[in-house]
């Protein structure tokens, strides 16, 4: 893959992150996970534990994947703070071995968590619970977070989470809930999210080589003030024939940039019912953003530098109402190889105040579209703007 040119990764950090603070500011409230807790328990922690109490450890714990699980948590309200030490399994690698297994609302907190195959877990039958996850390591397992219960809620601040197969998912089929990440690092995963029958709630974080950010397979994901960089895919959204669907893939404010693709060869194009793209920038990706959609929102957003722009078609499957809709607006195609915006017939998004340069296909290859005027195009190389009006300038 090309390198990034040096100012362009200037510009998009410049661009993305100024006004940060008011991007975390949105829909947040003051942190408590470093809230003071009297412990009570710590000094006498064992593998294979109960915690009923707040605690905090005062040594790394070697505990062996044939057990149960390492620690469990099993008091209300519970505080577990690892107190800057590891949690680590010994014994041969295990996917089914526990970490931290938690059957409470409670918290865990500033350590690491190394080599089990689920680093934390969420047991079934545990009832609707609210975890909070604060400057935790989960490394080097199967799964970071393991959800097994019906709506459990995750507030997930301040991790790294690396070398997983998965970095946070549930049980196919056997789990619902919601994962709230902020200010978070995910890294060197094979998969670093999926959402089955979850919705992911991303803020402030960042994705770098992992061999795939997410998979919406069922439910929604939005990713906002965020860096996804350097990994083999951006995302996965198949058109599965059952009953998963993908409700909306949302970014905002977001760097999407040296990705080996947007998508898996094996799923070239997202499918979900909705796209929304707001003040996002895609530059210098391997290959184009493919999207069968049943509506999108794309509002000033910028393609730059990638394999090819942004191509939009219809999404086919028996629940789609019909050709595709929505808004594509106050968006820049900038020396893209191939079209700058491609709309598939017979795709019908209003297409208005874009501006398309320098791309090696058309700038705005949109027979089907309704031009809702002030597009711009020039000096594309197999000519400006097909099915609406652009101007040159």
């Known amino acids: 893959m090309k390198q990034t040119r040096g100012f362009v990764v200037a510009m998009a950090v410049t ?9 975390q500011a949105r829909d947040t409230e ?3 996970a470093e809230a003071p807790v009297v412990y009570t328990g710590g000094s006498h922690v064992r593998c294979g534990d109960t915690i009923t109490e707040h605690t905090r450890l005062t040594r790394d714990l070697y505990c062996p994947s044939s057990a149960p699980f390492a620690l469990r948590v099993a008091g209300e309200g519970v505080v577990l703070d690892l107190g800057g030490h590891t949690v680590r ?7 089914y071995s526990q970490g931290i297994t938690l059957q409470a609302n409670s918290m865990v907190r500033n350590g690491t968590i190394q080599g089990f195959g689920r680093a934390i ?6 009832g609707p619970l609210n975890v909070r996850l604060h400057k935790l390591a989960l490394l080097d397992g199967y799964a970071g977070v393991f959800n097994e219960a019906t709506a459990t809620a995750f507030l997930i601040t301040e991790c790294r989470v690396s070398g997983q197969s998965v970095g946070m998912r549930g049980e196919i089929d056997a789990s619902t809930g919601s994962f709230d990440v902020r200010s978070s690092v995910f890294t060197h995963n094979e998969l670093a999210m999926l959402a089955d029958f979850h919705s992911i709630d991303v803020l402030d974080s960042t994705f770098t080589s992992n061999g795939n950010a997410f998979n919406c397979w069922d439910g929604l994901i939005r990713i906002r003030s965020s860096t996804i960089a350097w990994n083999d895919a951006v995302g996965e959204i198949r058109n599965d024939p059952g009953f998963r669907t993908c409700n909306e893939i949302r970014f905002e404010n977001t ?4 990705n080996a693709a947007f998508a898996l060869a094996s799923e070239p194009v997202w499918n979900p019912i909705k796209l929304s793209m707001l003040d996002t920038l895609a530059v210098h990706n391997g290959t184009g953003l493919q999207v069968a959609a049943e509506t999108v929102y794309i509002d000033g957003s910028t393609f730059h530098d990638n394999a090819s722009g942004l191509t939009l078609s219809t999404r086919e499957g028996p629940t789609t109402p019909g050709p595709l809709t929505g808004i594509v607006r106050g968006n820049q195609f900038l020396s893209n190889d191939g079209d700058g915006l ?3 017939p017979p795709s019908t998004p209003t297409v208005i105040n874009n501006l398309a340069l320098n791309n090696t296909g058309f700038g705005i290859y949109a027979p089907t ?3 809702g005027g002030g597009n711009v195009a020039r000096n594309n190389t197999a000519g400006n703007c097909v099915g609406i009006v652009c101007a040159m300038y």
Do not use: K
């Open 15 to 23: 661009t993305l992150l100024t006004g940060a603070p008011e991007a």
């Open 342 to 344: 491609r709309v598939e």
């Open 255 to 258: 760097l999407i940039a040296n």
């Open 89 to 95: 399994r010994t014994g041969p690698a295990d996917i």
């Open 121 to 126: 877990m969420v047991l079934g039958g545990s």
């Open 369 to 371: 579209a309704y031009d």
């Open 30 to 32: 003051p942190s408590d």
